[in-house]
């Protein structure tokens, strides 16, 4: 059963009863707050425009009904299990989940790298390579180090789908193509600079 939404009168829409979104939009900026990003971070994350995080946000801001593509982007960015109904609960007086990214992405990364990776930096990554961490199996990884930074390549496969050692090394090895070509980009453009 559905929780039942709050409605308020709405003046400026001839008499018409609109959403309560102000429970919304504190729990909405309270998830972004807790996982420490900006608005446009979010915005970035959750493949919408930071004006959709800024109204989200918004405690005066009116509406008819839920945002449902918005309120689903972003609610997956947060770890809200289903943030239709969680947002349905939240008008309706109910707490708002606490943010938690999949667990598989934290696995995932962790396999990975050989230590936990923070909440933090798993919502900073873009929404859609969480999302392949979350769906696909981790096959393989490869820590690069380019420019004294460290930079984590996963080899991911659907679940189901074996995957031989030869198709693991032909990936690995065009990731190595792609980065040598790009080392000697850098070469070319510091050549060219100094001359």
């Not at 609960?89 to 790298?113: D, K």
């Not at 050989?114 to 999302?131: C, F, H, N, Q, T």
């Amino acid at each position: 059963m559905r929780p039942l939404l709050r409605l308020v009168p709405n003046v400026g829409h001839h008499g018409r009863m609109s959403l309560d979104w102000t429970p919304a939009a504190v729990a909405f900026a309270a998830a972004r707050k807790a996982m420490a990003l900006t608005q446009p971070d979010l915005a970035k994350l959750a493949d919408v425009s930071r004006n959709t995080i800024s109204n989200l946000e918004s405690r005066t801001r009116i509406y008819d009904t839920i945002p449902k593509s918005s309120v689903v982007k972003v609610g997956h960015v947060f770890g809200w299990p289903d943030p239709i109904r969680d947002v349905e609960r939240i008008i309706a007086g109910a707490p708002a989940p606490p943010t938690n990214p999949p667990s598989r992405t934290r696995a995932a990364v962790t396999e990975a790298t050989g230590r936990p990776m923070s909440p933090s930096a798993i919502e900073s990554m873009p929404l859609r390579v969480r999302r392949k961490l979350e769906t696909n199996e981790l096959v393989d990884h490869k820590i690069i180090e380019v420019d004294g930074l460290e930079m984590v390549v996963l080899l991911t496969a659907r679940p189901g789908d074996p995957v031989s050692d030869s198709q693991m090394a032909s990936g690995l090895a065009a990731w190595a193509d792609l980065e040598r070509n790009r080392r000697d980009l850098d070469i070319t453009d510091r050549d060219q600079e100094n001359s």
